[in-house]
Every structure is written in C-alpha cells, then in structure tokens.
C-alpha cells in the first residue's frame, strides 16, 4: 500500500516539480534532481522535462539505478562524464556495491555520452545494437552538439562505444535480481530499450512512454510502429510502475494517455486534414489544444504535426 501512495504523491506533485521554466533543484550537484527511491531497491534520478542547457547540465532523461545484494545496475550513461560521476557520488551515498553494468536506453547524447566515465571505472556497458549504429555514425556530432551547450561541464566526456550489444532481449540477473532487458520493437528513436523487472512489477521504459512532455517525433520515427508497438507489446506487461525516459515515475495508465493516444490523436487529425485536401503548410496547424499543457508543446506540436504529414503520405 505505501508503495502506491508513494507513487501518488510523485504524481500529483509532478504538475508542479516538472516544469520546464524550474532550471536546477538540486544545485549542490551536477544532477537536475536528487535520486528519488521509487519502490526500495530503485532509484531515479528525474531530469528536466526541458531541452537540454547548461543550467539543468544535459540532465534532462532519467537516470536510474537498481541497487542488489551484489551490486548497482545504471540505467543510462548520462550526458556527459561530469553528470555520470555526479550519479556515482549519489550512490555511493545508497551503497557501498559496485556498479556492475549501465545500460544506455537508446543512442542519444543524454543516455550515453556519459559512458566515458563508467568505462574508465572498467564498468561493462549495455545497448540494443541499432543503438550502438547510431552512436558510431552520429556519436562525434552528438557530442559537439553537447559541447556548445555545455561549455566547461563537457570537460573529460569523449564518445564511447557500448562493449555489449544485444537484438530483442538480453537477460541479466545480479544479487537475486532478474532484469528482462528488452526491445520491444520500433518507437520512439533506433534501440529504445527498456528494462523490466517482473519480480517487482516495475519498468523502466526510456523513451517508449511519456506523460509530462510531449513525445517528440523524429524524421525517421514511425509513429503507426510506436503505436503497435506500445499495444501488442509495452501495454501486455502491463507494469505496476512505469518510469518514463522523461518525467516523474507514473503508472501505465498516464503513459498510455499521453504517448499511445496522443499518437493515435495526432494521426487523426492529420488524416482528416489530408482527407480534405489540406497540404503541408496546412499540416504544422492541426488542432493540439488537448495536449497544451505538455512540457515542450510550443517546441514541439507543430513539427511533430509536419512529420507525421510526411510519414503518412506516403503510407
């Protein structure tokens, strides 16, 4: 029972502790945020639902961790070498276990570009193989993109390549703990991956689920895959707790509410627009008022309109 009123009470705080315009609460660190224990044994340490500044440091994903009777798993690297060993000083504040692997929950800067760090510690270092393509291919440009926002706090990160890849799920048990480490299939962005811990009912999802800012929607997402992926996949789980890539740890009903059927939404009204002969220019204006009050809207609503116009053209 004090598990879900736990988790209630991060809800209904999360309106006010999530908001973009908050740039740092916990400015005794490099984190965003303090590590936050969701049920015992796992941690999160919940970044800003804004873009990525020097002010919230890049720490603006996630960043977990799981503490067993053998050691610490992390659940991404973080977005620079700095925020990662910041990450370790929090542990090392729960535990005196090592930290035997970090998983990197998909390619982008803020789940990986701090695995310098952990690889210099000789941790072993966890990504979905179509992950890892993305780091190879766009890994120095995701860092120079880290590098202007983040100035002297890029200090020490250099790209590091994941030493262990896996396809649809590698299985990881540590200190009595098993850990499903999945790719359910295609959704938000190449390699999202999620870690499931069925024992405990809990999953940390990455960039699958969203609730407090809109899901942003790349040139190359499909969105009717994110949506099929999500039904036939990420809901027959069905977890009792859902931490998010972004966002404060929820349940699976506000996930769905805000990533499946704010998808489902977007596709409709897109599809209408194009029913009706709209083009376009047209296409960036859609109505979106329902999803407004979503972190990142105004960055984000009228691109994630334009693509899917894109995406269903040619469907």
Known sequence: MRFSVFLAAIISAAAVSASEDIADQYPQSELYSKPVEVIPHVFSAIGATAPPTYENSGHNNNLSFVVTDDGVVV?????????????????????????????????????????????????DILAHEDAIAEVEHNGDFILQGMQRYNRDKAEGTRVVIPNISFGDRYD????????????????????????????????????????????????????????????????????????????????????????RNYLVDLREKVGEHMDNGGDLAGAYYVDQDRW?????????????????YAEMEFE
Request: glycine share 10%; net charge negative; hydrophobic share 35%.
């Open 172 to 259: 990881y048990e540590l200190g009595g703990v098993k850990f499903e480490i999945l790719h359910l299939g295609p959704a938000h962005g190449p390699g999202d991956t999620q870690v499931w811990i069925p024992q405990w009912g809990i999953m940390i999802a990455g960039d699958i689920a969203f609730h407090e800012r809109m899901p942003p929607i790349f040139e190359d997402t499909c969105t009717s895959c994110w949506i099929d992926t999500f039904e036939n996949a990420f809901m027959p789980l069905n977890p009792t707790y859902v931490i998010p890539g972004h966002g404060h740890p929820t349940n699976l009903e506000q996930v769905t509410r805000y990533t």
């Open 75 to 123: 659940i991404n690297g973080s977005a620079s070498a700095r925020l990662a060993k910041g990450l370790h000083d929090e542990i090392k504040t729960v535990t005196d276990k090592p930290v035997k692997l970090v998983i990197n929950e998909n390619g982008q800067g803020h789940a990986m570009l701090g695995n310098s760090y952990w690889a210099d510690l000789g941790v």
């Open 292 to 308: 407004r009050h979503l972190d990142t809207f105004e960055e984000l609503a009228t691109k994630n309109a334009g693509r899917v």
